[in-house]
């Protein structure tokens, strides 16, 4: 197999009519300014200036409990105007689907973690440091404990979903999306991984999931 090639798994359709915002989410200690969500900002903004209508784009900085960054979260798609696309990275994945179940929208997760409260479970007591914003914390059992209230058991409608998945993710097991998100369309970028630097290859397929077709020059 290639080394930069795609695979689509599995084939549905994204949402027939363009979105009219997107919200992006992004993983565990990372934050609004990282690459992946500045480069989807950047896109969306081409996106507006070119398309002739707007399409409004939020990266919020999400806080660490998980409970409260999906309250974080929900506030912000509260915010935003029309029908929204949901994009999460690894954490930000898992929230996107909650919101994704909870309100009919469509999603593009990169990389999801599938069971996080199993994940986190193996850092406890751990301190971080988030390299973006500067803020300190520490790993406890309210982590854990949320996680697990959170966790979903199945997707009631797999055809809003695209899955982008690296096949080296060093952090989380791709089979382990594989399994979770089974009749999601997906496309796996063989040796990508977890941080999916090849993300830019794959906007086109990120916005066509909500119903914008990207200019050949992003």
């Known amino acids: 197999m290639p080394a930069h090639s795609a695979v689509m798994v599995s084939e549905s359709a ?3 009519t363009p979105v009219d915002s997107l919200l992006y989410l992004h ?8 690459p992946k969500a500045q480069l989807v900002a950047a896109a969306c903004e081409t ?10 784009c939020a990266t919020p900085d999400l806080p660490h409990y998980p409970q409260a960054a999906l309250d974080h979260a929900e506030a912000c798609l509260d915010e935003l105007p029309g029908t929204t696309l949901l994009v999460g990275s690894s954490m930000g994945g898992f929230l996107a689907t909650c919101l994704a179940e909870r309100h009919g929208l469509p999603a593009v997760l990169i990389n999801p973690a599938v069971q996080p409260a199993r994940f986190v479970a193996d850092y406890q007591g751990q301190h ?16 854990h404990e949320q996680l ?12 809003r979903y695209l899955l982008l998945l690296g096949s080296a993710d060093e952090t989380l ?3 382990d999306a594989l399994h979770a ?11 990508g991984d977890h941080g999916f630097s090849e993300l830019a290859r794959y906007l086109p397929a990120l916005f066509a999931h909500g119903g914008w077709t990207l200019p050949p020059a992003v």
């Open 14 to 16: 994204g949402v027939s």
């Open 27 to 34: 993983g565990f200690n990372s934050a609004g300014a990282s």
């Open 47 to 56: 996106l507006a200036a070119q398309g002739g209508r707007e399409l409004a």
């Open 128 to 143: 971080l440091v988030n390299a973006y914003t500067g803020d300190s914390f520490t790993i406890g059992t309210a982590h």
């Open 148 to 159: 697990l209230a959170l966790q979903w058991s199945r997707l009631v409608h797999p055809q």
């Open 173 to 175: 097991d791709c089979r």
């Open 181 to 191: 998100y089974a009749g999601c369309r997906t496309l796996i970028h063989p040796g």
